[in-house]
């Protein structure tokens, strides 16, 4: 009889902690989200899983700088849908050496938005300091 009223405690309190845990309010499909250089994010209610791996070129004009070319960012981004994983390349400046902005992987269109911070010659970055905003959505299946 005592073990009852313990019981109900613990699972009202397993409840209330799990309420407060919402760890796909950030990654929704057809919501632009931002992630740091090195983390992995996880779609609750999709197959799909996202690493931004690296900076692999930032050769943008700085921001408070007049330039005769716009420069290209260029970012490593690692995809797993349903235990299918690859990594690709993405570019700010697709048409320059043909590295796509977007790709299609499984049944999403994974698009790069923005690389962040943007240059400026008044600051240094380290590639810590990164992050990207990407864009996923589903396709047509």
Known sequence: MKRYPMFLLLMVLGLISCESEN?????QLGK???IQVGETIAFCTEPITLSFSKVTEDSRCPE???????????????????ATEETFLLSTYPTFRNIPSEVTFGNY???????IPYPNTTKSYTEKDYSIQLLVEKTEE
Not at 23 to 27: A, D
Request: with cysteine; charged share 20%.
């Open 23 to 27: 760890p796909c309010e950030s990654y």
């Open 32 to 34: 632009s989200f931002e």
């Open 64 to 82: 408070n700088v007049v330039c005769i070319w716009q420069g290209l960012a260029e970012v490593e981004v690692f995809i797993s849908v349903n």
């Open 109 to 115: 269109k994974i698009s790069l938005k923005e690389v």
